[in-house]
């Protein structure tokens, strides 16, 4: 399948910082990328929708300030956590798709506040 | 009502056993479905998609989809320990975002 590269795979920041969270498709053009959150044995939480050159939609409850994603290109999307707290600790799960086909996932993003 | 439904589980079948995956959306214009298959601390990696009503082979996998009655289920023949994971089932909703169920544990005992 296709190849979707998500960096860092972890990262662990203090209190109040913010981390940028990079998702590329390797080998093909991803119309839309997908950003989800994942709490330890629960489902993936659609955070938001982007796609490439609009703003991202949110879902209802995911602060748009605070979770900031950009979509410049057709191969990368960027989520930044901005000023980070020991509750934003998680899974973060990027996918990327071409136009309406199959969705592919990057390894995922263990981020810990502290 | 959830969007996309799954039985959580856990769903134990013994090796070699039929395993029988549900799912059910609330979308009726959804188009497009997708099994992936999560393992515990990775993230999901796509096993099937169907667009179509009926069944779509692949391998051990069987993905069926029934349009009017909102369901598609995923059979996995010949059951191995390796298939123990969570199972998600995924809809391409109208607006083409993608929602996925809350998942169904699955494991297979030797």
């Known amino acids: 399948g296709a190849v979707v590269s998500q960096h860092p795979s972890r990262v662990i920041c203090k209190s109040g910082t913010s981390v940028k969270i990079e998702c590329r498709s390797l080998?093909?053009?991803?119309?839309?990328m997908f950003w989800y959150r994942q709490f330890p044995k629960q489902s993936l939480m659609l955070m938001a929708t982007s796609n490439e050159g609009s703003k991202a939609t949110y879902e209802q409850g995911v602060e748009k300030d605070k979770f900031l994603i950009n979509h410049a290109s057709l191969t990368l999307s960027t989520l930044t956590v901005t000023s980070a707290h020991p509750e934003d600790s998680s899974f973060y799960i990027c996918?990327?798709?071409?136009?309406?086909?199959?969705?592919?996932f990057g390894q995922g993003t263990r981020l810990t506040v502290v | 009502q959830k969007e996309v439904e799954q039985n959580s589980g856990p769903l134990s079948v013994p090796e070699g056993a039929i395993a029988s995956l549900n799912c059910t959306y609330s979308d009726r214009g959804s188009q497009s479905f997708f099994w992936y298959r999560q393992y515990s601390g990775k993230s999901p990696e796509l096993i099937m998609f169907i667009y179509s009503n009926g069944d779509k082979e692949d391998g051990r996998f069987t993905a069926q989809l029934n349009k009017a009655s909102q369901y598609v289920s995923l059979l996995i023949r010949d059951s191995q320990p390796s298939d123990s994971a969570t199972y998600l089932c995924?809809?391409?909703?109208?607006?083409?975002?993608?929602?996925f169920g809350a998942g169904t544990r699955l494991t297979v005992k030797p």
């Open positions: 080998d093909f053009q991803a119309t839309t």
């Open positions: 995924a809809v391409n909703g109208w607006n083409n975002d993608m929602r």
């Open positions: 996918s990327a798709r071409e136009r309406r086909g199959e969705a592919f």
